[in-house]
């Protein structure tokens, strides 16, 4: 037998104690303060009384706050800890595959219980619901990610749980529907009343609104997008943060993460904003692509018109995605936080084939081992892209990147790929 090679740590681990206790809140680091959204019907900018028939007070208060951190209620903490601080690894074997001079890092986010960053976010908004005497709440989910994670964090707090599924997901993962239900979520395919529609995340929002807003017991949460929900996220880049100078690092030279609403990209990269000397990245699909290709204006955070209008990138809120497998980076739109910084040129942005992100994802399964959520291979195609133009530069390069999931309730998409069918959608 080889003797065993010399032990070169991979694995950066946090203990619990070391959960990070309050958020970053990004906005008062921003260059000017975010456009106000917008009342559908009066065009006015909407007010805290304007939300609170959909979410949570402190929701609402942490949506508009100026405070630089925003303390995690003991109890919200108490859940986190379930799977939180999530590991940071470096990617040696990626590296060793590609033959780069850069060093690669992942935060993994996959090993949570709904299997994605997701709950990050669904556990506060459960908790504050809650509170506040809710007892129900609804939402709309696209690969079937936020969905799942909302259901584990309502049964946290005992709350019921209404999901609607875009349909060609439902149609796609039947699982996801069975791992909600095992949290005690229900499960519809949306849109509701278009049995014939593929369906899309703005058409989707609709319906979880049209829901929320006809019940008393009832509020609305939304996995992404949103300010509060950024803000949740920051703990992906505050225990980075801790981890990467453990490894021996001062600072990533990039920070990457795919982009559907923004939320694992505002979580993983929005804490080291205030360094410029760090680049930030976004990786979109090509055949939704709306940070490269939309249009930066107001427009409708769902298809019928419901919500508020909120300046951001947009393909328009009446934008058709093609089905693609990454489900979760189905959306017309982008968070304003994202938008903005991408607008100014703080962020950048880039778009994937679907194809060339599987062949991505492929290679990071057969090296790392680990199987990526098809919207984590948005991020690793770019990963590999940024790895190879500093190889080319002779440059060491620290690369980090939000692997934002696991891909094993999404086998269906590998077996198209792995057959030979998986088309590159226009
Ligand atoms: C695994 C995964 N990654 C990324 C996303 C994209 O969402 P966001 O941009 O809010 O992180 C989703 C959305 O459902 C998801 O499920």
Redesign the pocket.
């Known amino acids: 037998m080889a003797a065993p090679t010399e032990i070169t740590d991979t694995r950066f681990s946090l203990p619990q104690s070391a959960l990070p206790t309050a958020w970053f809140n990004v906005a008062p680091h921003l260059a000017s303060p975010l456009d106000p959204p917008l009342h559908p019907g009066t065009r006015e900018p909407v007010g805290p009384d304007d939300l609170a028939p959909l979410f949570a007070q402190e929701l609402i208060g942490q949506e508009m706050s100026a405070d630089p951190w925003i303390d995690i209620p003991g109890e919200v903490l108490d859940v986190l800890r379930l799977w939180r601080p999530t590991p940071l690894v470096r990617a040696r074997r990626l590296e060793a595959a590609l033959g780069t001079t850069a060093r690669i890092y992942f935060k993994d986010e996959s090993v949570s219980p709904a299997?994605?960053?997701?709950p990050n976010s669904a556990v506060p908004q459960a908790f504050y619901n809650a509170k506040e005497g809710m007892t129900r709440l609804s939402t709309e989910?696209?690969?079937?990610?936020?969905g799942t994670a909302l259901a584990f964090a309502c049964a946290q707090y005992d709350l019921e749980c209404a999901v609607y599924m875009v349909r060609k997901s439902f149609e796609q993962k039947p699982y996801r529907k069975v791992i909600m239900e095992t949290w005690g979520g229900t499960v519809v395919p949306s849109p509701i009343d278009d049995p014939g529609h593929p369906g899309s995340l703005g058409a989707a929002i609709s319906d979880a609104v049209r829901d929320a807003v006809g019940r008393d017991d009832t509020h609305y949460a939304l996995?992404?997008?949103l300010n509060h929900?950024l803000l949740h996220?920051t703990v992906i880049g505050l225990e980075a943060q801790q981890q990467l100078a453990t490894a021996g690092e001062t600072r990533p030279d990039v920070v990457i993460?795919?982009?559907?609403?923004?939320?694992?990209?505002?979580?993983v990269a929005l804490p080291f904003l205030p360094d410029p000397s760090v680049r930030l990245l976004a990786a979109e699909p090509a055949s939704c692509p709306t940070l490269t290709q939309g249009r930066y204006e107001y427009d409708f955070g769902d298809t019928a018109g419901f919500t508020p209008l909120m300046n951001m990138y947009t393909l328009g809120h009446d934008f058709v995605p093609p089905g693609i497998h990454?489900?979760?980076?189905r959306?017309h739109g982008d968070?304003p936080i994202i938008s903005k910084l991408v607008h100014e040129g703080r962020m950048e942005a880039v778009a994937h084939r679907q194809r060339a992100v599987f062949e991505a994802n492929v290679l990071f399964a057969r090296v790392e081992g680990k199987v990526p959520?098809p919207?984590?291979g948005h991020a690793i195609a770019s990963v590999i892209q940024e790895a190879n133009d500093a190889t080319a530069k002779g440059e060491d390069r620290v690369i980090l990147f939000n692997y934002?999931?696991h891909g094993l309730l999404d086998l269906a998409a590998y077996q198209e790929y792995l057959a030979g069918d998986l088309v590159d959608e226009p």
């Open positions: 299997g994605s960053h997701k989910t696209g690969a079937g990610q936020w996995g992404s997008v929900v996220q993460a795919p982009c559907g609403g923004g939320s694992n990209l505002g979580g990454a489900g979760g980076l959306y968070s959520a919207e984590a934002c999931g």
